[in-house]
């Protein structure tokens, strides 16, 4: 897999990708979301969403594995969905972290077409057709393509990133962004609480100067 994301990036969409040398590495922002993913910068205390290629702001947080096993993200795998939506992982975000169990398996069941199996340390893992992938991973993939988009609008290598995080997560679903985002080639500067990074970002587009409570 991490082979695959290697030339995934450095031969996203077809073309050739040289990044310029000597110039500072750029950070971003990661919200890795249940339903959609986003990536941003902050420019002179300006707030800009990165667009992907197709234009859009959001990556659907959708990844899946056709029938010939070639991976699919975002809008192609949604669109993989409608025909084969148990050849897709969604909303995996409900299981970062977790440990499996037969009640998490049959819960799952009933919300979503694909199955979750036990992984050796009975880690949660997604079974999409003849493919047993770790939670971990669809989330390294996703945070590939976003790290993909940002390189794009730099021009240059992307290896920071803040990555946001639900406020109850436990120690062991906060380790988890860490490690999709290490293997999607990313150092995580800080996880960041969500309704955090909402006052942040609330503060830095309507120049708020003052205290503020987050709860």
Same mark, same amino acid.
């Given at each position: 897999?991490?082979?695959?994301?290697?030339?995934?990036?450095?031969?996203?969409?077809?073309?050739?990708?040289n990044?310029?040398?000597?110039?500072?590495?750029?950070?971003i922002? *990661?919200?890795?979301?249940?339903?959609?993913?986003?990536?941003?910068?902050?420019t002179?205390?300006?707030?800009?969403?990165?667009?992907?290629?197709?234009?859009?702001?959001?990556?659907?947080?959708?990844?899946?594995?056709?029938?010939?096993?070639?991976? %699919?993200?975002?809008?192609?795998?949604?669109?993989?969905?409608?025909?084969?939506?148990?050849?897709?992982?969604?909303?995996?975000?409900?299981? *970062?972290?977790?440990?499996?169990?037969?009640?998490?398996?049959?819960?799952?069941?009933?919300?979503y077409?694909?199955?979750?199996?036990?992984?050796?340390?009975?880690?949660?893992r997604?079974?999409?057709?003849?493919?047993?992938?770790?939670?971990?991973?669809?989330?390294? *993939?996703?945070?590939?393509?976003?790290r993909?988009?940002?390189?794009?609008h730099?021009?240059?290598?992307?290896?920071?990133?803040?990555?946001?995080?639900?406020?109850?997560?436990?120690?062991?679903?906060?380790?988890?962004?860490?490690e999709a985002a290490e293997?999607?080639?990313?150092? %995580?500067?800080?996880?960041?609480?969500?309704?955090?990074?909402a006052?942040?970002?609330?503060?830095?587009?309507?120049?708020?100067?003052?205290?503020?409570?987050?709860?």
């Amino acid at each position: 897999l991490r082979v695959a994301l290697t030339k995934r990036r450095r031969a996203i969409r077809g073309t050739s990708r040289n990044f310029s040398s000597g110039v500072a590495t750029p950070s971003i922002g *990661i919200d890795l979301g249940t339903t959609n993913s986003a990536v941003a910068t902050a420019t002179g205390g300006t707030l800009r969403l990165i667009e992907r290629a197709t234009g859009q702001r959001l990556l659907p947080s959708l990844v899946g594995i056709t029938e010939e096993g070639t991976r %699919v993200v975002g809008d192609e795998a949604r669109l993989l969905a409608e025909t084969s939506p148990e050849l897709v992982a969604s909303a995996t975000k409900r299981f *970062i972290g977790q440990r499996w169990t037969s009640e998490l398996s049959a819960k799952s069941r009933q919300l979503y077409p694909y199955t979750l199996v036990a992984g050796p340390q009975e880690d949660v893992r997604i079974k999409l057709g003849g493919h047993t992938i770790p939670i971990s991973q669809i989330s390294g *993939i996703l945070l590939s393509e976003m790290r993909a988009d940002a390189e794009d609008h730099f021009g240059r290598e992307v290896t920071e990133a803040v990555i946001t995080v639900p406020a109850n997560f436990t120690d062991a679903q906060r380790a988890a962004p860490r490690e999709a985002a290490e293997i999607a080639g990313l150092r %995580v500067l800080r996880l960041l609480n969500e309704p955090t990074a909402a006052a942040m970002a609330y503060g830095l587009a309507n120049g708020f100067t003052g205290s503020a409570l987050v709860f």
